[in-house]
């Protein structure tokens, strides 16, 4: 059976993934903390090298790495490039210089980057794998510098995936942060503007068809099949009573936020005034991405809201 290490088991979709995986294949979590959701795990501070080459030296070898670990925008907290760097990338390259002193590199490893490194732009509204890369906050910053050290040193057993924003019945926080703010639900426009969503489910048959050797190594966004519209998220969460924002108004912030170099106002604004679309063409030549947004049973009433810290 292959041995499968989940690094961010803690997480929403390490956790998936550990359980999703556990029966076919011999699943060990490796997160921070001592508290975990998976039965098989180390507590191991991927920012320490002498933790890591303790880990590296001292446990079996993985055939297989899925890397989730990812330092995302905390609201209400101004964070540095070289905090997102520390925990987007060194944590990786730490990890892996470790194992590989230790003789105990993965075949596989599977990145979960994000679709975010393309950057949103007013004049493009679909993007694939080869589309320019222009990314706006640390975060995206540095998830791309991730996939470049992984393609420039282990281009061979390297997957990259790039996940749209993802959702699943008891995780909403991607929908609700287009559909509502402040607790009343909006629309810019007339809602008609689409955008590309990532179904959970989708991500356990990425992954899946990668460990059965049915995907090449490589980049791939992971998305659904369906584009939704800002009308379809309302209709999904049954909004009833919808606050109209005129377009003209965001257009103006997107146009301050780019006079005044404010990333988190120019990304966001663009977000809701233009067309964001990842198609995940080249994946699905190997295997079925099935799950779409009516797939997940569940609306702002019944599923769990989360917040960030």
């Known amino acids: 059976m292959n041995e499968v290490l989940i690094v961010g088991s803690n997480g929403f979709i390490g956790s998936f993934l550990y359980k999703k995986l556990n029966s076919s294949y011999s699943c060990t979590g ?3 903390g001592q508290k975990s959701t998976v039965d098989d795990y180390y507590s191991v501070d991927l ?7 303790n ?3 001292n446990t079996p ?4 790495i899925i890397f989730l670990v990812g330092l995302a925008h905390k609201k209400g907290k101004r964070q540095e490039l070289d905090e997102f760097r520390c925990i987007n ?5 730490n990890l892996l210089s470790a194992l590989g002193k230790a003789n105990k590199l993965p075949n596989k490893l599977i990145f979960a980057s994000t679709i975010s490194v393309y950057g949103e732009k007013m004049n493009q509204n679909i993007y694939n794998e080869e589309s320019n890369k222009s990314p706006f906050s640390p975060y995206a910053v540095t998830k791309l510098e991730t ?3 992984l393609l420039n040193n282990y281009n061979t057993q390297s997957w990259i995936l790039r996940f749209a924003p993802v959702y699943a019945p008891d995780f909403q926080l991607n929908i609700n942060r287009r559909t509502r703010a402040a607790g009343s639900f909006y629309k810019v426009g007339n809602g008609g503007e689409k955008l590309s969503l990532c179904n959970l489910e989708n991500i356990g048959s990425a992954v899946q068809g990668i460990l059965e050797n049915k995907v090449p190594a490589g980049v791939y966004n992971i998305s659904d099949e369906n584009e ?3 009308n379809d998220l309302l209709k999904y969460v049954n909004a009833k009573w919808i606050i109209p924002i005129p377009m003209v108004i965001v257009k103006g912030l997107y146009y301050l936020g780019k006079m005044i170099n404010n990333i988190f106002l120019k990304e966001n604004a663009t977000k809701l005034i233009s ?3 990842f198609p995940s063409g080249k994946i699905r030549e190997y295997i079925d991405l099935p799950a779409v947004l009516t797939d997940s049973i569940g609306s702002l009433e019944n599923s769990v809201i989360a917040s960030e810290e």
């Open 30 to 32: 490796l997160d921070y």
């Open 47 to 53: 920012t320490q090298s002498s933790g890591v080459r």
């Open 55 to 57: 880990f590296a030296e």
């Open 61 to 64: 070898i993985c055939e297989i």
């Open 89 to 93: 990338k060194q944590t990786l390259v």
């Open 147 to 149: 996939e470049e050290y």
């Open 228 to 230: 939704y519209s800002y």
């Open 275 to 277: 067309d964001n679309i």
